[in-house]
């Protein structure tokens, strides 16, 4: 187990050494270690090495002028200027919450852009200014949409956070597909089978191998198959990539750039870098806030007692096992798996830093 | 088969009769006929004896005042007045539009409301204006949130429509339910079952049971089961509440007013009547208008020539199939089953108008 403070400081550490200020390797870190402490390290530690590569190829600028390209009083287009995702996505919500204080509401879409991390980070931002917050992203394309044998979207995530009063506030951060792309790969790993409706093989047949996107498979959408509601994931999907690209002037669908360097840019780009969507909304923009975040807790209690079905566990609010995650993990540490930790000594040794093993 | 105009008349005399003014009337008579022709007709013609015995029930106000009681320059919220949902889904989606002129973007959570048919109509509403549109609606509990045996959501829908050039717009509409309710009567009636992942029994075991919600059964959210994502479902469901409701000072979850007059209201109300969320963005907000449209065209076109996979129809754009099916049913005509045909004639005959039987 590794303590926050070491993997924290860690991180800024690598950042800063390629070229980032302290300001921004603090922010990059955070984002990072928020994954890993809210139960997601798909979107942790795992990643430092992709976007040290991303950075070694030229594909993410470390001293980026991320600015405003258009804007109205609710609205503005941000351009990333090919930062890492973490901070242009920052910079992006804290433009949305700056319009939201004045006209109610503010509504970001960002081009230029890079892997960001988890979603819901930036939406959680909104809930200290009570702010209701919402993040979306596109991503390198791995889901067919209904019908087709064809990867055309990313598993383009929605985040909602929207505070309460004494309740702990709703947090809904998830993918527009059943499962999370990292999901296959441990199921690889131990050798087994998925569920038929998490993907399908390269001509577009049911398939329970989880190694089939190497094979030229695809994921599908949230409903898995056409019977069950894929359409519905498509849908989402696709109004992802639209707010976060097609407003912006960001790639979309098929040309969103890779997270990783492996994974070549396409020759042809029909806009610049990934694309992002943020939006703010003042929660006494609706209601007096006191009254806003009693109605909240209202809605969280009555859904909190709900009747479990037997052998199944209490119902969930959203969010509330990213915190009980969180709550044990500031407690016994990170776990980094030792594939992961070896990738982190190579980075440090590569740029004359260290990393302890365990 | 009926013609549109003729049905068109004759639910417009309808509604009149009731206490309605002939504009309303129309208005009312105009999104009954869109679900018609869009091939949704369990939210068309089928529904004027409900709206009708919700009426004689007290449960509708033919002379609303449906007003703004809180706004911001890009917010508003919306009292229904009980008005049928139809004249305050319209009102709300102009004030969203409205605020949208000056603030670039304009969203409205509607409270005080009833039953509004389809979503998709007021998301479409801003396509005239160059505008981006978004419903939303919470509904009577049929839903249970993953792990639990309690009907909490209803089959809340999120519309989205975007505007395009040369290609027809992108309208998504859809439940945030593998089905709608209307596919389990159609099986119920047909004496089939339905497949695994729509619904549950009373104890929330797995059901092919098409009239299972007659005997305490629920809906599933999208995704079926908790293995292929039904907590994203239930995370959307959720969110659909919210907004409409806890914003708005609406019912919620379990609250929420029935559509029909044989489910009695329940005695505990959190709010007033049916909520809705509205919102409206100018796509010169994020670019030039031009601009925007072309790039839409692009991502529609680029979606459109995905390879389908081996026996399945093309790759279809959200809006394609409502399109087909509008174009076909106004040239052959609107099909009225005989049961909701006796039905309208019965309504009909109470009110002292008539309705022709074919």
Known sequence: MYSYDYLFDFTVGIFMKIGHSRKNATIIAKILLAAEIRGIPSHGMMRVSDYYELWKAGRINVKPDIRI???TPSTAVVDGDGAIGMLAAVKSMEIAM???????????????????GIAGYYAMMALEKEMIGITMTNANPMVAPTFSASRMLGTNPIAVAVPAGRQPAFVADFATTPIARGKLGISEKKGEKVPFGYVQDREGNPSDDPSILKKGGSMLPLGGDYKHGSHKGYCLGAIVDIFSAVFSGANFGPYVPPAVVFLPLLEKQVGEGTGHFFGAMRIDAFQPAGQFKSRMDEWIQTFRDAKSAPGNPKVLIPGDPERACEEKIMKEGIDVLPAIAKDLKGVAENLGLKFKMQ
């Open 98 to 116: 700056e319009k939201a204080e004045k006209a109610g509401t503010g509504w970001v879409s960002t081009r230029g852009s890079n892997h960001f």
């Open 69 to 71: 390209i258009h804007e």
